[in-house]
């Protein structure tokens, strides 16, 4: 049971302009929500978080956005570089803690 | 400062065998968790480990089981082995895990194939 869920499977942008990696989740008891990027061959790195008091979290160039209401959150990436690419997994935790439930993935590609 | 360190890092097993993983968490840290990824599921959660203490399990057969050393490193065990359990296995420490702050800090992985 997907708990977390990441509908659009690859993204393609141009280099300079705006990503937004959409996320939805279906457990209201998640309280903090986390991105994490993957290059191949590597682990997934932590990029960003929010927690589920805030509506929105920044850092340089990434964008959380929280709406509670509608059980969604989504990375803006600002502007977006060929570095970038990547695969972008959104995760939640709730209060018994202890486990991260990832989305599937999202495979975003900024080309020049 | 030395990241998470998994070994071996990839491996080739047959079904029925069985397979033992290994994790170095970042020194310090005290929860170490492990999750598997499929094309197929993504990342899912396997169990998680605070001082010797298995504190959450995921949704795996019995299976799969794991263990952690006072010392903080974690081993994963995957017995009688079935092609569906071809994955890259993810290690991943934390300083209190992921009821804190979230923030994991991932190993490369192990890639298992199981023919």
């Known amino acids: 049971d997907q708990q977390v869920k990441q509908n659009s499977p690859s993204l393609s942008v141009q280099e300079g302009r705006i990503s937004i990696l959409n996320c939805d989740y279906t457990?209201?008891?998640?309280?903090?929500f986390l991105w994490y990027k993957k290059y191949p061959a590597e682990g997934p790195t932590f990029l960003i978080s929010i927690s589920s008091i805030k509506d929105k979290n920044e850092d340089g160039r990434f964008t959380v956005f929280l709406n509670k209401s509608a059980k969604h959150l989504s990375l803006h990436i600002v502007p977006s570089q060929p570095g970038d690419s990547a695969v972008y997994f959104c995760a939640a935790s709730g209060p018994s803690g202890y486990a991260l439930n990832f989305g599937k993935g999202t495979s975003l590609l900024v080309t020049p | 400062k030395a990241g998470v360190t998994q070994t071996p890092r990839y491996l080739i097993k047959t079904r029925g065998q069985q397979v033992t993983l290994s994790c170095s968490p970042i020194?310090?840290?005290?929860?170490v968790s492990w999750y598997q990824q499929t094309p197929g599921q993504g990342l899912q959660f396997l169990f998680e480990?605070?001082?010797?203490?298995?504190?959450n399990k995921g949704n795996f057969p019995g299976r799969f089981s794991g263990r952690q050393f006072s010392n903080s490193r974690s081993e994963m065990n995957v017995s009688t082995l079935e092609l569906g359990d071809s994955a890259l296995y993810l290690c991943a420490s934390s300083f209190y895990g992921t009821g804190e702050t979230g923030e994991l800090f991932f190993g490369e992985g192990s890639r298992l194939t199981v023919l």
């Open positions: 480990y605070f001082s010797e203490t298995q504190r």
């Open positions: 020194s310090g840290h005290r929860s």
């Open positions: 457990n209201s008891m998640f309280d903090y």
